[in-house]
């Protein structure tokens, strides 16, 4: 069969043609297209989420850890306690079933020069001019030293055993206590301190038979210890009161009480 097409007919298909041609003339407006992301790793989800919301937090600061330190309170006199006892301490000590390696620092010959950096050394240098005494010093140079003390060890982060300390001038016209142990806990982990307390008849014998001596001593542990108190507590303090008669006698009293203490310590940071 054949088909048949007017004029009038062949206008109405080329008038519709032209009309299917109109679509293909006329722009087309393009969908978004969604980008297929490969399965974030662990950790990038949470950045992913915050970059989306147009805020980025920062990253977490480092914070750097602190040395831990313990401070010995105690007399020296012609026996020097306070060496005595941090010696037999470190010769003691034990962590598990290994020796401890403790680090013992004499708060007095810190403030001695001639063992730290060139700024430091010049900074103590000016200082000395206007201090009463080697360890009246401004806060920020007393901190950078026990900083670089600490640094300088084989191992910055101890334990340290701090003897003599607070320093005399906090009897005097420098740095008093309440300020020596609030800076020294602003750069280290203070842990303990260890308080020894020798009777009269004890200090007569080991340290100084001096009267005057006597009383400067008492005065001395009388204001340092109340001080401690208000600060600290008693839970941080390893009170060791020692009566006997002889240097040795001290010191394996000093050492075994400490030495307790620190048992003690280690069990509490142990338990849940």
């Known amino acids: 069969m054949r088909a048949t097409i007017s004029k009038a007919n062949q206008s109405d298909a080329e008038a519709a043609f032209d009309d299917a041609l109109k679509v293909f003339?006329?722009?087309?407006?393009?969908?978004?297209?969604?980008?297929?992301?490969?399965?974030?790793?662990?950790?990038?989800?949470?950045?992913?989420?915050?970059?989306?919301?147009?805020?980025?937090?920062?990253?977490?600061?480092?914070?750097?850890?602190?040395?831990?330190?313990y401070v010995v309170v105690a007399p020296s006199g012609s026996s020097d306690i306070a060496s005595a006892a941090t010696t037999a301490i470190c010769n003691s000590a034990t962590d598990g079933t290994k020796p401890a390696k403790m680090t013992v620092l004499d708060a007095m010959e810190l403030f001695q020069a001639g063992k730290y950096s060139p700024e430091l050394e010049e900074a103590l240098h000016r200082a000395s001019f206007a201090a009463t005494a080697p360890d009246d010093l401004p806060m920020k140079l007393w901190l950078d030293i026990f900083n670089e003390a600490f640094e300088a060890s084989s191992n910055p982060l101890g334990p340290f055993l701090i003897k003599n300390?607070?320093?005399?001038?906090?009897?005097?016209?420098?740095?008093?206590?309440?300020?020596?142990?609030?800076?020294?806990?602003?750069?280290?982990?203070?842990?303990?301190?260890?308080?020894?307390?020798?009777?009269?008849?004890?200090?007569?014998?080991?340290?100084?038979?001096?009267?005057?001596d006597a009383n400067q001593y008492q005065r001395y542990d009388a204001e340092v210890h109340d001080q401690m108190l208000k600060q600290y507590g008693k839970s941080l303090i390893c009170e060791c009161f020692v009566d006997v008669d002889s240097p040795e006698a001290v010191t394996a009293a000093v050492c075994s009480g400490f030495l307790k203490y620190m048992s003690q310590e280690i069990e509490q940071s142990r338990s849940p």
């Open 25 to 69: 003339e006329e722009p087309v407006e393009e969908e978004p297209v969604e980008e297929v992301k490969p399965p974030a790793e662990e950790g990038e989800e949470a950045e992913e989420a915050e970059e989306e919301d147009g805020e980025k937090k920062p990253e977490p600061v480092k914070v750097k850890p602190l040395p831990k330190v």
């Open 165 to 212: 300390f607070p320093t005399p001038s906090a009897m005097a016209e420098g740095p008093k206590a309440r300020d020596q142990f609030s800076w020294l806990s602003s750069v280290a982990n203070l842990s303990g301190i260890l308080h020894v307390h020798l009777s009269e008849n004890t200090f007569r014998r080991c340290c100084s038979d001096v009267p005057a």
